[in-house]
């Protein structure tokens, strides 16, 4: 066997045996921190017992949000891993809800293309492909000089003088990352005809796509830590102390009107009395040693490890931590990088 095999060998062995000795922290919350419908004409923000999510009229796109009836989340995990504590690796997170209305709500495990919510006359709109639509998990952004250290639970849903009316004006919003690694707001997405990517598709444990779901049923959410924006998104949340998450969905309604899911919040008396459950977040992430960029297997050194660990990734790479140049390519330049800060 040649000398450069045994050193990859040594390297993805060394890096597998650190990553499993690394402590792993489980983290296990029953309830948000924050709750809260965040629908234009909610009379009681941050404690109204039952949260919805629907769509609005698709014939009608100049009013309202099209993902008009949104939930915001937002859990606390400073008492478990301290704020600025370090860098943590996400590996995986799970956001659960509980259903608050009985047989009421088709079940629909995938994501619907955006087509299908386009208005009667449009060339491009689609019906939809399956019973029901798909409730989605996301993250949150903010305007309004707000951010996620600053909102809270029963602050205003869209700036004073703003048409609650207007699409596109709530300070609080659910938000995907676009192409361009920008977190944008997906409340409109129909409109501006894109497919957002979001963090993960409800799914109720036992129940086929179609049939109804029974209340108390628990739909949970298995967030794509793979991909890099998301990971980046919740560790930031996790070093900052508090993840903010947004459910919403395009479901069909009339004015006044329709059958759209319906979910407990913290503040519901079942859940005080311990009869449902509200919002809960599991979540697992381990501590990162903290070193240089180049040191990319954290040994203290830059090394002929860390070269090998450039070489294994050589070619189209956004997103690795071996693009040191940050090309979204890993090549010539990045083994340079590491050469130029090799230890002696």
């Known amino acids: ?32 921190a924050l709750d809260r419908w965040m629908y234009p004409f909610n009379s009681t923000p941050g404690t109204r017992s039952v949260m919805t999510t629907f769509g609005s009229d698709r014939e009608n796109p100049t ?14 995990t400073g ?86 009316l207007s699409p596109g004006v ?37 129940l086929a ?3 109804l779901i029974a209340q108390d049923s628990v739909m949970t959410f298995q967030v794509n830590v793979s991909d890099i924006n998301i990971q980046n998104y919740l560790r930031e949340g996790l070093e900052a102390g508090r993840t903010f998450f947004s459910l919403s969905s395009l479901t069909f ?11 407990y919040s913290k503040e519901n008396t079942f859940v005080q009395l311990g009869f449902a459950n509200a919002a809960g977040l599991r979540m697992k992430a381990r501590s990162l040693p903290t070193c240089i960029a180049e040191d990319l297997d954290c040994s203290g050194l830059v090394d002929s490890g860390d070269v090998s660990l450039v070489l294994l990734d050589v070619g189209p790479c956004p997103g690795c931590l071996t693009d040191l140049d940050f090309n979204e390519v ?3 330049g990045d083994i340079s990088i590491v050469l130029l800060n090799f230890s002696n």
């Open 63 to 76: 009013q309202f949000d099209a993902r008009d009836g949104q939930i915001l989340l937002a859990f606390d």
């Open 170 to 206: 709530r300070n609080a919003y659910a938000a995907c990352f676009d192409n361009a690694n920008n977190l944008v707001d997906i409340s409109n997405h129909p409109r501006e005809g894109f497919q957002p990517n979001v963090f993960a598709v409800g799914k109720v444990a036992g």
């Open 1 to 32: 066997m040649k000398f450069l095999d045994l050193l990859f060998i040594c390297v993805i062995f060394c890096v597998h045996t650190t990553n499993a000795l690394a402590d792993v922290i489980d983290i296990q919350l029953n309830q948000p």
């Open 79 to 164: 008492t478990i891993v301290p704020v600025e504590s370090g860098t943590y690796e996400i590996l995986e997170a799970e956001v659960s809800i509980s259903f608050a209305n009985n047989y009421v709500v088709a079940y629909d495990p995938t994501s619907d293309p955006w087509q299908m919510f386009l208005p009667t006359g449009d060339p491009r709109r689609m019906n939809d492909p399956d019973s029901g639509q798909p409730i989605e998990l996301a993250g949150v952004g903010f305007r309004g000089g707000f951010t996620a250290a600053t909102f809270g639970e029963n602050f205003a849903y869209a700036a004073p003088g703003a048409s609650y």
């Open 330 to 332: 890993v090549d010539s």
């Open 209 to 211: 796509a179609g049939q």
């Open 253 to 263: 309604v009339a004015q006044q009107s329709g059958n759209f899911p319906a979910f």
